[in-house]
């Protein structure tokens, strides 16, 4: 059946000598993976592999069969225009890490709106902005919300937030249990938005800090996620 969608590109792998393969979040059935033929060799604009960069915002007519694994494209063009998204160092260095984080923990192959409009304005408010250098935090902290474990903030005040449980609480209980900076990191960002980011001053030591405790926040409460390959470079660049 030959249906319109909206997608968001999460990963791609070459397959053969021309063919990829793309794993997208699509606006009406989740995740979809596609099987894109001779798109390595192609000379023809809808089918040019440069559609599908990271984190790219595309509209297809797609041929959809229920049941199948690898779904397939007839036609593509351009959602939404990127201008620095995958130009800027560091912000290519955000996609490419940030790409990574959400093809491992987006699994779900059914319709949900309100996440794929998240990451559609997020990325488009990374694209126009100069300063960005604390996007990735509140992305992925806001980004826990859909997957079902933001912090219970009916407790905010309290000393140290336990990243097991995703509370906070009023002494230390276990090894999860977070104080000192990296909670007062975390009871900023989440009284803000992407709009007021830059009121928040960190350097790239306490940024660091503060994405290696979200990640394990992450590892506590998805079971299959591991850190990305990528952070290493993505620290190095933001060093």
């Known amino acids: 059946m030959l249906n319109k969608s909206k997608i968001i590109v999460l990963s791609k792998i070459k397959y053969r000598d021309n063919d990829l393969i793309v794993?997208?979040?699509?606006l009406h059935r989740g995740v979809v993976t596609y099987l894109l033929r001779g798109v390595l060799n192609s000379k023809k604009g809808s089918s040019k592999a440069a559609y599908y960069q990271l984190l790219s915002q595309l509209q297809i007519d797609e041929n959809y069969r229920q049941n199948q694994s690898l779904q397939?494209?007839?036609?593509?063009?351009?959602d939404y225009n990127f201008t620095t998204l995958h130009t800027n160092l560091f912000k290519s260095s955000i996609v490419m890490f940030l790409s990574e984080v959400l093809s491992a923990v987006l699994r779900e192959e059914e319709e949900n709106q309100q996440l794929y409009n998240y990451l559609e304005t997020a990325f488009r408010w990374l694209d126009e902005k100069d300063e960005f250098s604390n996007f990735h935090l509140l992305f992925l902290l806001k980004l826990t919300k859909h997957l079902g474990f933001y912090?219970?903030?009916?407790?905010?005040?309290?000393?140290?937030f336990n990243l097991d449980n995703g509370l906070f609480e009023s002494k230390k209980v276990n090894v999860?249990?977070?104080?000192?900076?990296?909670?007062?990191?975390?009871?900023?960002?989440?009284?803000t938005n992407f709009d007021a980011l830059d009121?928040?001053?960190?350097?790239?030591?306490?940024?660091?800090?503060?994405?290696?405790?979200?990640?394990?926040?992450?590892?506590?409460h998805l079971g299959s996620f591991r850190k990305p390959k990528s952070l290493k470079v993505f620290n190095q660049i933001f060093n």
């Open 176 to 191: 999860y249990s977070v104080s000192g900076e990296n909670l007062t990191i975390l009871k900023q960002l989440l009284g």
């Open 72 to 78: 397939s494209i007839k036609d593509v063009r351009l």
């Open 151 to 160: 912090p219970d903030t009916s407790d905010v005040n309290q000393r140290y």
């Open 23 to 26: 794993k997208c979040f699509t």
């Open 199 to 220: 009121t928040i001053k960190l350097n790239s030591k306490q940024r660091q800090s503060f994405l290696t405790m979200l990640l394990l926040y992450f590892e506590l």
